[in-house]
């Protein structure tokens, strides 16, 4: 469970609130501070105030994966091979083991014909789907994803929610714009200017904000509103 | 006012697209896989890169803008007061439009990403362009925001406006659709009858397919219509 507690960051506060395992979406209006809070549960920004633990451990001691908003700042690498294997280069991993685990997330994602390109040929949307497959290689415990499927088309966001479901994370931690997505999800949160407004199933959630464009679209036509 | 692809052909090591077609005046939304060279299609068109084989024809086409899909690829300015300037307009209303009042010296990239979007979609909106090529517009927006820029687009009376976007909810009302499928550029024709010959139409459309419903065109307003015509 990742337990928030007191949590204060600029303008961002959260009094109390409990993620379960499984896949999150965290939605709301640009601005809310939804990057913010997947940056603090990542580690990568320290609260001001207040505690984040997950399964009883400080950020930071878990293994995380992040996929950044801006898909540019996810590549450090010149070709697209080097990108995905750098998490397990980084970790000392032997070159023979790199070269299993990374071919075995490829293979499995039928991405190799990525693997062979060079990081600038890459569309937003490969660049994404490049990202995906780095922060996942490691086998990270939490895998937290900033909107990264606001460059991607449907058929490749099926082909990321595979590709997140064979990674084995524990936590799937998702910012997303597709209210659609979102109600794929196991839990919603909804972030708005006031700070958390929602929690809960994607039931629970999108039923109090039936009368706002937050809506899932398929279920409104499922609703016939 | 036309702009015409004649025959062009673009090759890049595993990447290949092809395609004729004119562009008239009117909203067209041209979409496509990732990596199926939407980007490339619209920089051609912009004028900003030129095609292997082929021509890119303008007829009539005075001034011209592409939107970049990543709008930190736009910044010039070290605060919104100065890259909203860099774009030769008075601060104040575009921080409006974009709803950042108040923020005008800060740093472009202290917001969020949808935020930036706005601000530079501020700036495009706040120039007429006889071409306007918008690539992924929408992306990073929050649903209100998508809304309103739908609208922005869709009060653009005059010239040229090509959305390319796989964004598959919140569109504007378009005159015509584009499709790339393996490899080449296809017209469908004009809407609402290009709808039905989409592929890899928005999940919500092929969602009012399979229930026998056609919308009359892709704004909210056209699919939440459509969406009570499913339950008659």
Redesign the interface.
Known sequence: MIDISGLVFRDLAIQKLRIPPGHTAVI????CG??TLLRLIAGLLTPSAGTISIDGCNTGEIEAGFVN????RNILFYRVEDEITAPLRFRGISCRKTREMADAVIRQADLS?LTT?LSK??????K??VALLTAVVPSPRILILD?FD???????ISLSLDIIEHSGAEYVIQCT????LAARCDHVLYLSEGGLELAGTPEEVFSRLKR???YP??W??R??? | MELEFMDVLVE???FLIRGSGRFTPGTHLV?????SG??TLAMIAAGLGKPDRGSVRRQGIGSAMLSM??P?QHLTGSTLESEIASWHLDPDPVLALAGLSGREKDDPFS?????L??LHLACIFSHPFDLLILD?PF?????????ATADRIGSIRAGITIIFT?E???LPRVDHLWEIREGALVSLGGVPEALVGWK?K???LA??HK?GVYPKNLS?AD??EA??R??D
């Open positions: 709301g209006p640009n601005g939804k990057t908003e801006f898909p540019d014909h390109r040929q890459l569309s937003g949307g490969e994404t789907l909107e606001s460059h991607l088309d449907q058929e490749s714009q597709n209210m659609d706002t464009c937050f679209g398929l409104r036509i609703d016939g509103t | 890049r090591d595993r979409s496509g896989r990732v990596g939407k980007t899909q990543f930190e917001l969020s990403r949808g935020e979007k706005r992924e992306s990073a927006l929050d649903c209100r925001e998508k809304m796989h598959n909810q919140h890899n928005p999940a919500v969602e009012l229930r909210t699919i939440l969406a009570c499913t339950h």
